[in-house]
T-cell receptor
Framework: DGGITQSPKYLFRKEGQNVTLSCEQN?????MYWYRQDPGQGLRLIYY???????QKGDIAEGYSVSREKKESFPLTVTSAQKNPTAFYLC????????????FGPGTRLTVL | DQQVKQNSPSLSVQEGRISILNCDYT??????FLWYKKYPAEGPTFLIS?????DKNEDGRFTVFLNKSAKHLSLHIVPSQPGDSAVYFC??????????FGTGTSLTVIP
């Protein structure tokens, strides 16, 4: 089955630790995205990548880093520089050549203790 | 600054009646709009879209209306069913893959 997977579903970390969230897709999509959702707020774009080895900052990139070494994978690292890392993180992908709907993964709930 | 706004955080509707979810935007360059449905602890799923060259798009029980002059779009669900209870996000894009999302409206359909 084609789709997007994110792991783990729930993640706990101590304050000051970096943590990497996984996102994998087998939809052969060129573009991938990371969003963050907080209560009472819309999805906010952290980073996006339209092609392998290239990515751009979204609206709230500070304290995060990404890599896109493979088309299928777009891991997100939440660094200790991120002031409020506890949130629900969503990964998405889409075809690149036209404006199209994005397909979302199930999300990862990160809690920093 | 929120470019896409959903001013109603919640909405309750009786089963079988119409649900109307509203969305306003500020950027006149937006030309593609989508609605997503989201259940708790899951990723959003695509529901319906509309391009700025249209003012209406229909898919089964779901219809999206776009009023470009008012920078307003709405999602109509008729008839509403209990399984429609979820959070609905509208999103907008301006000829790029970067979408801007609203804050969501939580719909409850009462049996």
């Amino acid at each position: 089955d084609g789709g997007i997977t994110q792991s783990p579903k729930y993640l706990f970390r101590k304050e000051g630790q970096n943590v990497t969230l996984s996102c994998e897709q087998n939809l052969n999509h060129d573009a991938m995205y990371w969003y963050r959702q907080d209560p009472g707020q819309g999805l906010r774009l952290i980073y996006y990548s339209q092609i392998v080895n290239d990515f751009q900052k979204g609206d709230i990139a500070e304290g995060y880093s990404v890599s896109r070494e493979k088309k299928e994978s777009f891991p997100l690292t939440v660094t200790s520089a991120q002031k409020n890392p506890t949130a629900f993180y969503l990964c998405a992908s889409s075809t690149d050549r036209e404006v199209n709907e994005q397909f979302f993964g199930p999300g990862t709930r990160l809690t920093v203790l | 600054d929120q470019q896409v706004k959903q001013n109603s955080p919640s909405l309750s509707v009786q089963e079988g009646r119409i649900s109307i979810l509203n969305c306003d935007y500020t950027n006149s360059m937006f030309d593609y709009f989508l609605w997503y449905k989201k259940y708790p602890a899951e990723g959003p799923t695509f529901l319906i879209s509309i391009s700025s060259i249209k003012d209406k798009n229909e898919d089964g029980r779901f219809t999206v209306f776009l009023n470009k002059s008012a920078k307003h779009l709405s999602l109509h669900i008729v008839p509403s069913q209990p399984g429609d209870s979820a959070v609905y996000f509208c999103a907008a894009s301006a000829l790029s893959n970067q979408f801007y999302f609203g804050t969501g409206t939580s719909l409850t359909v009462i049996p």
